[in-house]
């Protein structure tokens, strides 16, 4: 075989692979504290906002402005590729979910396992999801505790009552707040995601500021994952 063949080959593995690849994209919080969702980036750069819990929120393409680097738009573009749907002839569970979205293809949790886990989202393509148990403390049970080779970790009940239930790491990023002894207006706000730090104008700042973001970015990469303040 040629040199030129093996290129060939090569660029159509990676086209394949890439093609049919998922990964954990971006994590989300509102309001500077709350995390909301996290996102899967799969093939034709299409997302799939997923919540804690292991429920598909939306799915489409992420807009950016045309005026900023930094800025989208929070609800994600249609995606117009094919989306396909379990039909009549699929057990109780995954009727009338989705089924497809692009080549990754999902599925759940069925009804002879664990009653905690029934209809929630087993697997996106190739990544495999598994979920905090019965026997975990309540506040986690039912949340999503790995996504593929990602561990996913929250402040529980022997953390700071202000934290507990946040989300505490993804992956080996660990993400801090501030704590029930700060300011009351920047309570619960995120303190620092890996090594960005972030601060927040408090009650003591000009009045109609406190809460806001001071500094820090609104979308920063970090182990490969963007992070998304809002």
Partial sequence: ???FRYIVLGMSLLRFYSASSQELAQVSFSN???FTCFSLLTDREVLIRISPEGRILEWGIEVQSMYSGNIYAKQLQPFLGRVEYY?????????????????????YYQGFESPELVGKIRTIGKLIF?????YDQKMVQGKIRFIGNAAIEYYQGFDDPQLQGNLKTVGSTGIRYYSSFDDKAIRGKI???GNIQYSWYTSLDRPGYGGNLKSGPLRQNTGGVVYIIQ
């Avoid at 497809?100 to 599925?107: A, L, P």
């Fill in 1 to 3: 075989m040629s040199v």
């Fill in 32 to 34: 500077g504290s709350a």
């Fill in 87 to 107: 039909g009549p002839e699929a057990d109780s569970v995954s009727r009338g979910k989705l089924r497809s979205i692009g080549s990754s293809v999902i599925t």
């Fill in 130 to 134: 598994d979920y905090y148990g019965r």
């Fill in 191 to 193: 303190k620092s995601i």
